[in-house]
């Protein structure tokens, strides 16, 4: 079922914004993932986000806007927000914030919080969609709930054909992975999932960066459950041998022998070239035929530290009781 992607142009951006005002899900490119968005004002259109992905519903939305003039209504920018808007919009950085009284958002698309994540997207396509809708577009990744994140306009089609009106076609998404989510309602800012804007860069700007803790009882929860980004076949991290009937992520120059097929995430070992090939490589090797996707170690910092995050997610199995 593809055959609601169209490429994305000024007539079919009209359209997806039109269709967002009327209510409709519109699926776009941003420089991360595609998103599934929805009018983020309209307690139906973000109803109908909820149930295209089979989320569930104590999982909050990010709002998306073009920039920081869009978003000051719907949240309280102090100095120290402004600052992060300032420094990393538009661009891959999500912010935690507390919801005004009179944003007019969807409760919903908060589930409940009095905090929302607001982002403006850099990439033209999505810029372009926002500006043109003229309103908050809630928006998260454009895959059944959990389940690996598309990259490709192919991917949604596939995973949410017929519950999206359109699926605008924007190419691959040059970063890959998910925004980086900084809660700042606290003291000191916390980093609840890491991405493309890194630990290191939010150290420079913040000075302090704390992670959450078991005690945080993050509802929080940014595709912080411990199993989330799953491909149906078993992730095996750090390989450096083959098991029988594997298909292998390398990374680096050189991949050991004995796998069923390899796929390079990066030759020259570049974390941005591997982050970009990440979901769609899991994708490819999500295949019955194979016994297991194995993954070869990647280095633990900057946008490493990002690419492991979801990997670590792909690979957690529930504990079941029957197995
Ligand atoms: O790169 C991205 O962020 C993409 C593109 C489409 O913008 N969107 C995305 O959305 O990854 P989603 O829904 O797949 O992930 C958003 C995460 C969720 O795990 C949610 O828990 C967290 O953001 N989140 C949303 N609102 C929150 C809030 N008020 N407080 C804490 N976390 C929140
Ligand atoms: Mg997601």
């Known amino acids: 079922m593809t055959g609601n992607i169209v490429p994305a142009t000024s007539e079919t951006i009209a359209q997806a914004a039109r269709l967002l005002r009327e209510g409709r899900l519109v699926a776009f ?6 998103g599934l968005g929805g009018d983020a004002t309209s307690e139906t259109a973000v109803a109908r986000i909820f149930a295209a992905k089979g989320r569930p519903r104590f999982n909050p939305l990010i709002v998306h806007i073009p920039g ?6 719907f949240a309280e920018f102090d100095a120290r927000a402004r600052e992060a808007a300032q420094r990393f919009w538009p661009g891959p950085l999500t912010l935690v914030l507390r919801r005004r009284t009179d944003a007019g958002l ?6 409940g919080l009095e905090t929302v994540a607001l982002r403006a997207p850099a990439h033209p396509l999505a810029q372009q969609l926002l500006r043109e809708a003229g ?16 990259t490709m306009a192919a991917h949604v089609a596939a995973e949410l054909g017929t519950e999206v009106s359109l ?17 700042l309602t606290g003291r000191v800012p916390m980093l609840l999932r890491p991405g493309a804007v890194t630990r290191e860069e939010l150290v420079t700007v913040f000075g302090e960066i704390v992670s959450p803790t078991a005690s945080d009882h993050v509802p929080r929860a940014p595709g912080s459950l411990p199993s989330h980004y799953a491909p149906s076949r078993p992730v095996r ?16 120059a050189e991949a050991p022998a004995g796998f069923a097929e390899v796929i390079f995430l990066s030759r020259t070992g570049d974390l941005a070239e591997a982050a970009a090939n ?6 490819r090797l999500d295949r ?3 016994s297991g996707i194995a993954v070869m170690p990647i280095p633990e910092h900057g946008l490493g530290l990002a690419i492991n995050d979801r990997l670590r997610r792909a690979a957690f199995r529930e504990p079941d009781a029957n197995a």
Do not use: K, M, Q
């Open 106 to 111: 969807s409760l919903l698309a908060s589930a």
């Open 29 to 34: 490119p941003t420089e991360t993932v595609y």
């Open 237 to 252: 991290l750090d390989a450096r041998e083959a098991r029988p009937g594997e298909a292998l992520l390398a990374f680096g």
């Open 278 to 283: 990440l979901f769609a490589s899991l994708r």
């Open 167 to 183: 699926v605008l076609d924007g190419g691959a998404c040059p970063v890959g992975l998910e925004s980086t989510i900084l809660d």
């Open 135 to 150: 309103r908050p577009v809630a928006a998260p990744s454009a895959n059944r709930s959990g389940r690996v994140s598309p």
């Open 68 to 73: 920081l003039a869009e978003a000051e209504p």
């Open 288 to 290: 019955p035929d194979f």
